[in-house]
């Protein structure tokens, strides 16, 4: 039988190409496309018969099946993130730098659920079962009920599987270990990644098991190999922070079952990953007062209202080209805020370098963060600190007018729980009278620079 045409794939994006080159166009990346061996069946109408198929029944929306109980991992932070916890049959992909905790944080989370009664079983492509056990032990984890092998034949992982009774949670680490002897490829591959992700998922689906798949991350941070592998699994999970920093973020990009963008907070410690109960408080740990240049943010992520301080630094420049260096924010987002203020306020950042910082290492993507880095370059510029006992969001719009944001009310709250008692935020239709909070009323950036005391021009 005639070979098939064969195709090209990435390894690190997963583009797909009918010819080889050095270079990826898709990510730009060398030496990364490798070929793959494509099928020897001749192709649907060329002479070739079609399989016959049978029929399926059709049924309709509405439905009377339960909603199914979710597994607690024990591990409030990460069952958050999921949603509330993990569901039977469901897939999940956690991906994150190499040694930001991922092994670490699930070989918690089994033995957590296995203490509570439920059966769990972690499979690794990478490490051997001795390193798993030292890692156990040094956790303090080593007497839970949790089942271990080290494999990476995916065919040989379903036929130990199925047949398993009362399965609560499966964790491969690491999905890029795996490989099918289904196709010839090797591990690592595009294809090897999407047959191995596929076939682990559908046993998950038929018998009722949750499943945690460990990803690699490229160079920029995205989970290595095909993105249809994150089209196929029902929750995407990353895990943030830089190894040298003891905070680790934990976020959801996708979930079927909760709310995305929802995060948790652990702090890397001796005995493994602590959970931040108020992350708020830790973001603000060690904030000096009366210091130009730093504003408090009240933000919203996923469903929690959280607080973090944004430091900005306008500095003389000596360079032809003054330098816009930003961590935590988008940076085309800073360039906008910074044309607004010179365009309608007559501020002037010409010849300054600006750095702009979210502290404690989070990443913020809402809008509603423009109005507290303006107050933060405001400040700055003039040298005029903002009042320590207050909070700033707001969105800007390109006209230099403030414009509402969502959940207003839930962030005087968690404000007010912290002992601020000022916040700088665009008029609401309705103010919590809970939050028991002095709210002055931003409408454009004109009346931030009149509330903040500082004259124009600067």
Excluded at 323 to 342: C, K
Aim: charged residues 20%; contains cysteine.
């Amino acid at each position: 039988m005639a070979r098939g045409q064969s195709s090209f794939a990435c390894n690190n994006c997963g583009a797909v190409t009918n010819k080889w080159s050095g270079k990826c166009e898709s990510c730009h990346q060398w030496n990364t496309i490798s070929e793959e061996a494509g099928s020897s069946a001749p192709p649907i109408g060329r002479g070739a018969k079609a399989a016959k198929g049978q029929a399926i029944t059709l049924t309709s929306l509405a439905g009377n099946e339960a909603e199914p109980e979710r597994k607690k991992t024990g591990i409030s932070e990460f069952d958050r993130v999921l949603g509330g916890g993990l569901v039977p049959g469901s897939a999940t992909l956690i991906g994150g730098d190499p040694g930001i905790g991922k092994s670490t944080l699930l070989l918690q989370a089994v033995a957590s659920l296995g203490k509570s009664g439920g059966r769990v079983i972690y499979i690794s492509g990478e490490e051997a079962l001795a390193q798993l056990r030292m890692r156990a032990a040094r956790l303090g984890v080593a007497d839970a009920p949790v089942e271990l092998a080290a494999e990476t034949n995916v065919a040989d992982i379903c036929k130990t599987l199925t047949g398993q009774k009362d399965l609560a949670l499966v964790v491969i680490d690491s999905i890029q270990t795996m490989w099918s002897p289904a196709i010839e490829a090797a591990p690592g591959t595009v294809s090897q990644v999407r047959v191995a992700g596929q076939e682990l998922i559908h046993f998950a689906k038929k018998n009722d098991a949750a499943l945690v798949l460990v990803g690699h991350v490229t160079k920029d941070g995205q989970i290595a190999g095909p993105r249809v592998l994150e089209h196929m699994v029902d929750t995407v999970i990353y895990f943030e922070g830089d190894r040298g920093d003891q905070f680790r973020i934990l976020r959801a990009i996708k979930n079927r079952f909760g709310p995305a963008h929802e995060i948790g907070v652990f702090e890397m410690q001796s005995e493994g990953l602590v959970e931040v109960q108020n992350p708020s408080a830790l973001f603000l740990e060690g904030r000096d007062d009366n210091v130009p240049g730093a504003a408090v943010f009240a933000g919203i992520e996923g469903t929690r209202p959280l607080l973090v301080e944004i430091q900005a630094l306008a500095a003389p420049s000596s360079l032809a080209t003054p330098r816009r260096a930003v961590v935590g924010w988008d940076s085309n987002r800073l360039s906008m805020v910074l044309a607004v203020l010179e365009a309608r306020c007559g501020l002037s950042f010409a010849g300054r370098d600006v750095f702009l910082n979210v502290a404690g290492g989070l990443r913020i993507n809402e809008p509603a963060a423009d109005l507290a880095v303006a107050a933060a370059l405001i400040s700055s510029l003039s040298g005029t600190p903002i009042p320590s006992q207050s909070v700033v969001f707001g969105e800007i719009s390109l006209s230099g007018a403030v414009r509402p944001v969502t959940q207003h009310g839930v962030r005087l709250k968690e404000a007010a729980k912290l002992g601020f008692e000022t916040a700088y935020a665009p008029p609401a239709s309705k103010t919590s009278e809970a939050a028991k909070m002095k709210v002055k009323p931003i409408e454009d950036l004109a009346s931030l620079i009149a509330a903040l005391g500082v004259s124009g021009g600067h």
